[in-house]
């Protein structure tokens, strides 16, 4: 008892001691530091406390007082927020070398093998290695041409099952419906299989796996802004990376197996799936800093953006159609007049398909994936618009409060797909009112594979069906949650009546 007695002492002290460092590198004077306008913090905490259960909501009303770019210090973690697209420009355009970088938390450590991906890796030479094998190898236009046949025949898959699932007057679970297309089409590119239209014990892992990952990578873990509170982990986050990563592993490690193992036969370049041709690379002296954990990571990082952020968007433009039925039917009358109702509409199609174009538009603004893009931080010191920012200082870009704002978008709050119908904002990251995917350095290497899945998603629900709500009295909740993406609150169900020939489905 007397051991346990000195024992409970020491751990006072070292806590006490701890506090009494947390207390003094949080309230150091910066009098030599100009920096950007900052609300009242509180001890230990600092800002954390006004993030609340929707942060980007927090944040963007922080901004209406504080201005678009405000100062925060979460825990330990010095922090910039910009809320407009002129200071989007500055930070991701004129200083997005000193921003490319990435902070290092607890997931991307763990379940991402120590920042061995494409998003969580630090500005350097692994990064520069890992984002040209995505650029020239992995999501070149002769393997989106050579990919287009999965992502067609998911699509109408989805179709079919809806089709059946509507019949009595059903209402039809359009998010799993969604999220079902999503996911097989990444696991047919990455994995050359499906594991997601199958019941099996190892497929039914798979999943749950993947789902776990999803909730993981998005928590808000105060280990990363307090790290003596991280040693305690008193959320249990740490516990439960650990678990799934392991779990992770033993799946990564038998796909690896089975890759490096089945022959390949007479297969292209351009048809062999994602692990195929990151397993081709490891002894391509241009890509020296390819391991093994690096392929694992990767392919972790394409299960997990690829699936999550294109469902997620095509459920929020269908939940806003709803909402506007105006919306459905001009698009329906697009897709009449360029596809016609005697053929299924193709990827081809979807350049001329301009309203649908600008539905998708619409719903990146008003509902951005990533509702802060992913954290940038900074390898130096620098002034930005007369501020100081220090180096090691976290970036937020709040592509919500952006998407959002008043003195940009007329009618802000407003679906409205016509604002976009005679303009030519782009969502590819160079139009900073708009950046769904990022800009710069570190904008998303799977552009073109997310917005091609989004439009054609959107394109064969809308030709295949007539979309409405269960109740004619219904009001849809259009609540969100946040994360490191933005569902909704509520899954997305309705009725769906088809309104093709009955040979199409």
Known sequence: MEMIGYAASALGLVLLFMLS???????QPQNKLNLPPSPPAWPLIGHLHLLGTLPHQSLAKIACKYGPLVFLRLGTVPTVVVSNEALAREFLKTYDQIFASRPRMLAGKILLYNYKDVAW???????????KICLLELFTPARMEASKHIRIEEAYSMVKSIRNNCEGSK??????????????????????RNYFASNSKEALEFKEIVNEYFQL???INLGDFIPYVGLLDIQGYKRRMMTARKRMDSIMDKIVQEHQEKKTGVSTDASLDFV????SLRNNKDYQHLSMDSIKAVVVDMLAAGTDTSALTIEWALSEILVNPWVQEKAQQELDHVVGRERKVEEADLPQLKYLQSIVKETFRLHPAGPFLVPHESTQAVQVTGYDIPAKTRLLVNAWAIGRDPSKWERALEFSPDRFLNSNIDVRGHDFELIPFGSG???CPGLSLGLTSVQLGLAVLLQSFEWSLPSAHEKLDMSEVFGLTLPKVVPLHAMATPRLPHHLY
């Open 21 to 27: 460092k947390l207390i003094l590198l949080l309230y």
């Open 171 to 192: 209402v039809v679970d359009v998010h799993s419906q969604i999220y079902g297309l999503t996911r097989s089409i990444i696991a047919r590119m990455v994995l050359n």
């Open 217 to 219: 990578i998005g928590v």
């Open 441 to 443: 350095r570190r904008a």
């Open 276 to 279: 195929d041709v990151l397993l």
């Open 121 to 131: 890796s630090q500005y350097g030479p692994y990064w520069r290695d890992i984002r």
